[in-house]
Structures are given as C-alpha cells and as structure tokens.
C-alpha cells in the first residue's frame, strides 16, 4: 500500500464547477504539500501545511492530522486550472503521490 | 522570483553513454535535490545535497552519481546510461530546513530518452 494516496487520480470539469482533490497518508507528517504539475512537466508550489486550513484565490487547502487527510479545492473552475495535483507529505523527506489529473472543459 | 533552470528539456542518448544532466538554482538554496518521474509511480528522489560537495543517497541511488562543486550548481550523472532510465527527471531547491521541511522550487525537467 502506498503511503499517499491521492484521489480521484483522474477528473473532468465543466468550467465552474467546484472540485475536490483528496488525499490520505499513513505516516507521521511535519507538514503536507500540494504541488500543481502543468503539461511539459514544469511544478509548482501551491501550499505548505501543517493544521487547519489556506486560502490562495480560488485555491483552498485544507488538513486533518487526525484523520490524516487532506484536501484541495478549486472554486469556480477554469480550463487554465487543467494540471497535474499532486498531494507530498513531509517526513524527513518528501514522499509523493501520484497525483490527480484535472481536465476543465469550457 | 526563484529560477531553477535545467541544461535540457529533451535529451535522447544511447545504451552506454556517460550522460550528464546539470541544474542550475539563482537564490542562493542550500538544499538541491534530484527527482525522477515514471508514470503511476510519481516523484522518486534520487540524490539530494544540502551544502557545496554534500550529498546524500535517495531511495533510488543506483545507476546514478551527482557532483556540487558550487553552491548554485547540482549535476545528475548516469554512468551508463540503460533503457530503464528513460524518464523525466526534476531538479528542485529549497533552502536549508531537513530534507523537506521547506517549499521546494522545481525545474522544468529534462525528458530522457534512452535507446
């Protein structure tokens, strides 16, 4: 069993629409990240998390240590936001899942 | 804003060859790191550095070394190079927390193809 687990692993959205992006991991944390991953490979940071919850523009991510779980949202979706998700968690090194794809159709 | 900048965005090498892959960060990170992405098995770090000729094992180390002579400047070399390490590799910095305690600044990566 992985140590992240990121679903769906594949998603399709009309321009709009609210989406969420699970994930759940199964070891001790530090903090968990949540990283957007665009076609052609390049990443990038969207959060770092330990408690509670942040707020980026449409962009909400929020964690329960407890349950070990986390989740993106995306407001009021837009065919820009179509990318890779990918949920990592902190240990003493970052260990990845292997992510969620997001397709926004207009 | 934090660039890291990687020599190649596609390479296409032959079995055997020595191939050398460079990463280059402008905001003076302590840590380097190098990834590999397969699809289904998402990012593996392969090597990482956290000071000028550190370096530090991955969970992926074989086939692989890295060489940082300078502090801005992380190298990933594969020896000989085989067809199993055909894959998109990423090179990240972040400045000096652990391993990952802190936001890591990705690369655009470099496609490799090995034939």
């Known amino acids: 069993k992985n140590e992240v687990e990121q679903s769906p692993q594949n998603l399709t959205a009309q321009e709009g629409e609210f989406i969420t992006i699970n994930c759940s991991y199964s070891v001790g944390i530090s903090a968990l990240h949540w990283l957007q991953q665009h076609p052609g490979g390049g990443i990038v940071s969207l959060f770092m998390?330990?408690?509670g919850k942040k707020k980026h523009g449409r962009l909400i991510a929020t964690i329960n240590i407890q349950e070990k779980h986390s989740s993106l949202h995306i407001t009021a979706s837009h065919p820009r936001d179509s990318a890779v998700y990918i949920c990592a968690v902190d240990t003493d090194k970052l260990i990845f899942g292997t992510g969620t794809r997001l397709q926004v159709f207009p | 804003d934090v660039k890291v900048t990687q020599s190649s965005r596609y390479l296409v090498k032959r079995t055997g060859e020595k191939v050398f892959l460079e990463c280059v960060q402008d905001?003076?990170?302590?840590?380097m790191f190098w990834y590999r992405q397969d699809p289904g098995l998402g990012l593996r770090l392969i090597y990482f550095s956290y000071d000028v000729k550190m370096k530090e094992k991955g969970d992926i180390p074989e086939g692989y070394s890295v060489s940082r002579e300078k502090k801005e400047r992380f190298s990933l070399i594969l020896e000989s190079a085989s067809t199993n390490q055909t894959s998109m590799y990423l090179c990240?910095?972040?400045?000096?927390?652990?391993?990952?305690?802190?936001?890591?600044?990705f690369g655009p990566g470099t496609r490799l193809t090995v034939l």
């Open positions: 990240a910095s972040s400045f000096y927390a652990g391993r990952g305690t802190d936001t890591q600044y």
């Open positions: 905001m003076d990170h302590e840590n």
């Open positions: 998390l330990s408690s």
